[in-house]
């Protein structure tokens, strides 16, 4: 279900309240899909809003079931993923780009291609409103390079869990 800007804020305020007291990570993408690739002189505004619920329908699909999508301009989504780090959102990014915007969308027979730019920043304990600052300062910082980037805020006091992989048991602790 899509949430409008409202309501996408009013989760946003819950889950990063949520992650806070339960000291879990929460990461936040901000979609901005770039003008339509057409052939021809089709109108671009008209073309964005004929596909929004095919690209919506398949962003639905990539999301987990507690995840939440909502609609803040007619350019621009937000995901709110509880239980994910920023680290781990740049990977649902890929996704998007690969799931979403990897093939076009039809309309009326003709084929209209759509490239997106994506901010991604996580919580690491701090408020919404930061969350959310960061994610926008990401997403600007992408709008300013080539299509389809990715950019993680950098601001992140969370740590990628892959970097700490240690073994529960040392091949000491086995009796030979």
Same mark, same amino acid.
């Given at each position: 279900?899509?949430?409008?800007?409202?309501?996408?804020?009013?989760?946003?305020?819950?889950?990063?309240? =949520?992650?806070? *007291?339960?000291?879990?990570? #929460?990461?936040? %993408?901000?979609?901005?899909?770039?003008?339509?690739? /057409? +052939? $021809?002189?089709?109108?671009?505004?008209?073309?964005?809003?004929?596909?929004?619920?095919?690209?919506?329908?398949?962003?639905? =699909?990539?999301? *987990?079931?507690?995840?939440? #999508?909502?609609? %803040?301009?007619?350019?621009?989504?937000?995901?709110? /993923? +509880? $239980?994910?780090?920023?680290?781990?959102?740049?990977?649902?990014?890929?996704?998007?780009?690969?799931?979403?915007?990897?093939?076009?969308?039809?309309?009326?027979?003709?084929?209209?291609?759509?490239?997106?730019?994506?901010?991604?920043?996580?919580?690491?304990?701090?408020?919404?409103?930061?969350?959310?600052?960061?994610?926008?300062?990401?997403?600007?910082?992408?709008?300013?390079?080539?299509?389809?980037?990715?950019?993680?805020?950098?601001?992140?006091?969370?740590?990628?869990?892959?970097?700490?992989?240690?073994?529960?048991?040392?091949?000491?602790?086995?009796?030979?």
């Amino acid at each position: 279900m899509l949430l409008s800007q409202d309501e996408l804020i009013a989760t946003l305020f819950r889950e990063t309240d =949520r992650a806070q *007291r339960m000291k879990t990570p #929460l990461a936040v %993408i901000l979609c901005r899909i770039d003008d339509p690739l /057409l +052939p $021809g002189l089709l109108c671009k505004k008209r073309a964005l809003r004929d596909s929004l619920p095919e690209i919506e329908q398949r962003i639905t =699909r990539l999301l *987990r079931c507690y995840d939440s #999508l909502g609609q %803040i301009r007619e350019d621009e989504f937000a995901l709110v /993923l +509880p $239980g994910c780090t920023s680290f781990n959102a740049v990977s649902m990014a890929e996704r998007l780009k690969l799931g979403v915007f990897g093939s076009p969308v039809i309309l009326g027979g003709v084929e209209i291609g759509f490239t997106a730019h994506f901010g991604i920043a996580g919580s690491g304990g701090r408020s919404s409103l930061i969350v959310l600052r960061n994610a926008e300062q990401a997403l600007q910082s992408a709008s300013r390079r080539c299509a389809g980037t990715i950019e993680r805020c950098t601001y992140d006091t969370e740590t990628d869990a892959g970097l700490f992989l240690i073994p529960a048991i040392e091949q000491e602790d086995f009796p030979r």
